[in-house]
């Protein structure tokens, strides 16, 4: 799985001897991860270096006099890329060095120390079960103990991944994140800063047709099967009137596998849907539903006349992605751009968003941008967004990001997504 960390905001901390130090707020995936000291990710670069050698990316140099502002931004900039390279070799994220440090930084972060508590992991039903773990268990091991509760085969543990969820009141879900394996549940719970989140056990691919890979297990079958129903009932799936019924009398008979057999005919099944938008395609204003799926975005747009419009990208058009995060009078935003092949040139979409639920004060705007290429390892985090993956296999993009400009030449079509989650801000 491909992650995405941001370093956007740092502040300085008066330290024991009377002198100032910086602590960098380490973003994942667009929520709070950490808060670390460069002492801190030196000293772990200096340890990983004596297990991997030359293999590392290049560590930011330490300054002997007082950095300048700028130099400070250059530090910051270069902190961020290298844990975004770190994390590009599958054998560093599995190793102890690479997962005790990060496990440590967590808990430090949010004053949490290691011991036993119970967590709640909710399935796709609406259910929950309780599982007796470690405040210091990663996401990996904690599915591994749910797992084994439920009876789901060692085997298949790569079809499924814990899920950062939030809920409403009037009972709608919007599943938020996916859990890296070294995240750590119960403190990302407690790290979250908005209401109403739980962990929640979904399947991990986009893939319909990999469903009968899980036939063989009842508990994978009855978690797939659980996700089908609520897919369904929150119009993520999106079946015909004869389907419906089709498929309402087999859930009565509880026909667990031909229930999924007909649900694979279902339009945008297994699919993942965002949160409302609104787009500049193809005209200014236009209201949308994202769904992506099967290899596939899908925008339902809504016209200015409440006629709707559906416009399909094929993700083996994509051509290369960007990722923004912007400061705009202390609120922090996340862009997600990609460029698509269309039959009159280039179409570039960017998808926006809040980067956190709580903004913390900055002293100043700031604009990140990571330009993707198409042999540079900065290509690689976005492509997760839409990766299938494999049980053993890392995930691969379905299309290599290609030479590109990440803004629109002119006379070029643009397109822009917005997407406006509710969030809480720190006002100042």
């Keep these: 799985m491909k992650m995405h960390f941001c370093i956007p905001v740092s502040q300085q901390r008066p330290d024991a001897l009377g002198g100032r130090y910086v602590l960098y707020s380490v973003y994942l995936d667009g929520f709070l991860f950490c808060k670390v000291r460069y002492s801190q990710l030196h000293r772990w670069n200096e340890q990983l270096r004596r297990v991997f050698g030359n293999c590392l990316p290049p560590f930011p140099p330490k300054y002997y006099l007082a950095m300048t502002a700028s130099m400070a931004d250059e530090r910051r900039d270069q902190l961020e890329q290298y844990l975004q390279n770190v994390t590009m070799d599958p054998n560093m994220l599995r190793s102890d060095v690479f997962v005790d440090f990060l496990k440590l930084v967590q808990l430090d972060t949010f004053s949490i120390t290691t011991k036993k508590a119970s967590l709640d992991i909710f399935l796709p039903d609406g259910r929950s079960i309780k599982v007796e773990i470690l405040t210091s268990d990663t996401a990996e091991r904690v599915l591994e103990v749910v797992s084994r509760k439920i009876g789901l ?20 879900l919007s599943v938020i994140k996916k859990l890296v394996d070294f995240e750590l549940p119960y403190v990302s719970l ?22 009968s890979r899980l036939m063989d297990c009842r508990a994978a079958v ?28 087999l859930q009565k008979e509880d026909n667990q596998t031909k229930f999924l057999e007909l649900s694979q005919e279902v339009r945008h099944y297994g699919y ?18 994202l769904s992506v799926g099967n290899n596939e975005i899908s925008c339902c747009i809504t016209l200015p006349g409440n006629q709707t419009q559906d416009v399909i990208f094929q993700m083996n058009r994509v051509k290369c992605w960007q990722v923004t995060f912007l400061a705009v009078l202390g609120l922090r935003f996340c862009a997600r751009a990609f460029s698509i092949c269309g039959e ?22 700031r604009l990140q941008t990571r330009r993707l290429s198409s ?14 993956p494999r049980p053993g ?20 079509p643009c397109c822009f997504f917005l997407i406006p989650f509710k969030f809480m801000v720190k006002r100042f």
């Design 153 to 172: 085969c060692q085997e298949l543990l790569g079809y499924f991944g814990l899920f950062l969820i939030r809920s409403y009141k009037e009972g709608k």
């Design 190 to 211: 407690r790290s979250s800063e908005v209401e109403n989140f739980q962990v929640g056990l979904r399947k991990w691919y986009l893939d319909p047709s990999l469903d």
């Design 222 to 249: 009855d978690l797939i099967y659980m996700q089908a129903i609520q897919d369904i009932e929150k119009e993520w799936a999106k079946p015909t009137e004869v389907q419906r019924q089709k498929l309402e009398a």
């Design 272 to 289: 993942v849907q965002l949160g409302p938008c609104t787009c500049d395609y193809p005209e200014p204003g236009c209201g949308t539903v």
């Design 344 to 365: 009159k040139g280039p179409l570039f979409i960017a998808v926006r968003g809040p980067l956190t639920t709580a903004a913390p004060p900055v002293a100043e705007h």
């Design 375 to 388: 042999c540079g390892s900065q290509a690689q985090p976005l492509h997760g967004m839409w990766d299938l």
């Design 393 to 412: 296999l890392e995930p691969v993009s379905p299309a290599p990001a290609g030479r590109l400009p990440t803004t629109a030449p002119p006379g070029k």
